[in-house]
């Protein structure tokens, strides 16, 4: 991409509003634009990280047989009021709204009640069993506080799988296959180390669901670690679960920290409530089991950009960042080869932001840094002196000249 066809400016400012640092950050660096508290719409660069985090986490959900469908926003109320989920005493993050005949709407900030809607059009016997289905998709919720940034959206992206199964057990294995799958995308996300399965309040037919809580500062959570690090509780769910567990509370660290994702066993207590059942074997009509598995996308941008980050601005992950390389040509026969190895770069995959805009080279090293692109380089006549390129890591914060010659493989080895 050429910078000057890309929209986007950087501003030296946040707007004077923005408390958060992840949203200041993504703001200034051009990846979000603020519409109000807890409201951003999201750049050519800013899609283009979130379509990345949701390849990783496709590839994942793919790879424990999920498949991909995509629900509506908006919502009947009938069907949430079948589990009393209508109710903004029972549920109070609603945005309602109404057709021009009157009749109530909802706009949909979780789906569970939707996707057992359609499943029981679908789902009628053992031999359709299991399935588990999953989306990306736009959440409203009417949140009462919104100062986290993109942390904490009025509107968010979200994955949110369900599976269905016929006995419990089928279920536990299952759920305990998505336990493995969210620890790979973490690991792939680059916030592995970071991030803990923890303990966490359940619902009607389990005392706890599990939350994934990366440790960030700006996190609104706070959890309970053991010295190994291999027990993680939230705060919320400490005395039950220290108790449950047999460990002394007092032995547990508290750490501060953000839920990038929430898995839910909900046994048969939603399909009795709406009647969603199948015919086993003997021709039997039983209830399903049911487990939900959501994941914050947006939100774990934004905890990226809090965590991975420095005075300069951001600093993406290779396998996240929306560019690989910024390019920045000095002079007029750095231009010219700058022109060619864009082109060749291209054509290898590598993804490039040219910044070819007719600034000084410290405007667009100072964009590069702040956007976070991993690698920038400069090509310049002087460089060109013994047929080089500088290649400057913004992680490693290092650079290096670099042969022409040599330059294409050193850069995917360094990407991949
Ligand atoms: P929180 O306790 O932070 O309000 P939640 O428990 O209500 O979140 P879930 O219903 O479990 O959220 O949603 C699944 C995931 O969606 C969460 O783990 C989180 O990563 C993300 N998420 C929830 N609310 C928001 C929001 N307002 N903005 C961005 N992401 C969110
Ligand atoms: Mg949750």
């Known amino acids: 991409m050429r910078r000057s066809k890309l929209f986007v400016k950087t501003l030296k400012d946040a707007p004077a509003d923005e408390v958060s640092k992840n949203a200041q950050l993504l703001i200034r660096a051009g990846f979000v634009h603020k519409v109000m508290a807890g409201v951003y719409a999201y750049t050519p660069l800013g899609i283009r990280v979130i379509e990345k985090i949701k390849q990783i986490v496709r590839e994942e959900m793919d790879a424990v047989g999920g498949t991909e469908l995509i629900m509506t926003a908006l919502q009947r109320p009938e069907i949430w009021k079948e589990t ?26 979780s789906h569970e009640e939707a996707i057992i809607e359609m499943l029981k059009n679908h789902i009628t016997s053992y031999k359709d069993l299991p399935q588990s289905m999953y989306q990306f998709q736009t959440k409203f919720r009417n949140e009462l506080r919104s100062k986290s940034g993109i942390m904490r959206g009025r509107e968010f992206v979200m994955k949110d799988m369900y599976s269905v199964h016929a006995t419990e057990e089928d279920c536990d294995k299952y759920y305990q296959k998505v336990i493995e799958a969210y620890n790979r995308i973490f690991d792939r996300l680059g916030v592995g180390d970071q991030t803990f399965v923890t303990f966490a309040s359940g619902g009607a037919f389990t005392k706890f669901s599990h939350e994934f809580q990366t440790i960030c500062a700006a996190g609104e959570d706070t959890l309970y670690v053991n010295e190994d690090q291999t027990v993680a509780v939230n705060e919320e769910v400490l005395d039950d679960a220290s108790a449950e567990l047999g460990i002394d509370k007092s032995s547990l660290q508290p ?53 991975s980050s420095d005075d300069k601005g951001l600093i993406w992950p290779s396998n996240i960042a929306p560019y690989h390389i910024y390019l920045v040509p000095i002079g007029e026969k750095g231009t010219k080869v700058a022109d060619e190895l864009y082109e060749k770069l291209n054509s290898e995959g590598v993804e490039v932001l040219y910044d070819d805009r007719d600034e000084r080279p410290g405007i667009k090293f100072a964009d590069a840094e702040l956007m976070g692109i991993p690698y920038r380089l400069v090509v310049s006549d002087r460089t060109l002196e013994d047929d080089s390129v500088e290649l400057y890591n913004r992680q490693a914060d290092k650079a290096e000249n670099v042969k022409i010659t040599e330059l294409v493989q050193k850069i995917k080895t360094a990407i991949a």
């Open 255 to 307: 750490v501060v920290s953000a839920e990038v994702g929430n898995i839910f066993k909900f046994g048969t207590e939603k399909s009795e409530k709406m009647n969603f059942v199948y015919t086993d074997k003997d021709g039997a009509q039983k209830p399903l089991y049911l487990a939900s598995y959501g994941i914050g996308v947006t939100r774990i941008m934004g905890v990226i950009a809090e965590i």
């Open 84 to 109: 009393g989920r209508w109710d903004d005493r029972a549920v109070d993050v609603w945005f309602k709204t109404a057709l021009k005949d009157g009749k109530p709407l909802g706009l949909a900030w």
